[in-house]
């Protein structure tokens, strides 16, 4: 059974930093792209970041781009989002995916339970 916890999430003031981790169990960690969604009140879920199955490649929102960085370590089955100079925008719950395949548009298959985020001061 896939299970994705996340870790990390808090209150933080703007400009601040926080790192998110995501421990994956139940399947063959090394084998899937991995992504990182948001969601913030009233608004739509949003991609933040995603990584192919080897970490060789990712992609990141252009709202996050330059303060946002997805890793994995395949050896600890766990997928990392490195949050910098942290916004009040910024705020929302923030989610793990599994994806289906190795690349990108693989689509999403399991989520976890998501970590909140608050950015304020």
């Known amino acids: 059974q896939v299970q994705l916890v996340e870790s990390g999430g808090g209150l933080v003031q703007p400009g601040g930093s926080l790192r998110l981790s995501c421990a994956a169990s139940?399947?063959?960690?090394?084998?899937?792209?991995m992504s990182w969604y948001r969601q913030a009140p009233g608004k739509e879920r949003e991609l933040v970041a995603a990584?192919?199955?080897?970490?060789?490649?990712?992609k990141t929102a252009d709202s996050v781009k330059g303060r946002f960085t997805i890793s994995r370590d395949n050896a600890e089955d766990t997928v990392y989002l490195q949050m910098n100079s942290l916004k009040p925008e910024d705020t929302a719950v923030y989610y793990c995916i599994k994806q289906y395949g190795r690349w990108f548009n693989s689509g999403l298959d399991s989520w976890g339970q998501g970590t909140q985020v608050t950015v304020s001061s």
């Open positions: 139940g399947f063959i960690f090394s084998k899937y792209a």
């Open positions: 990584i192919t199955s080897a970490g060789g490649a990712t």
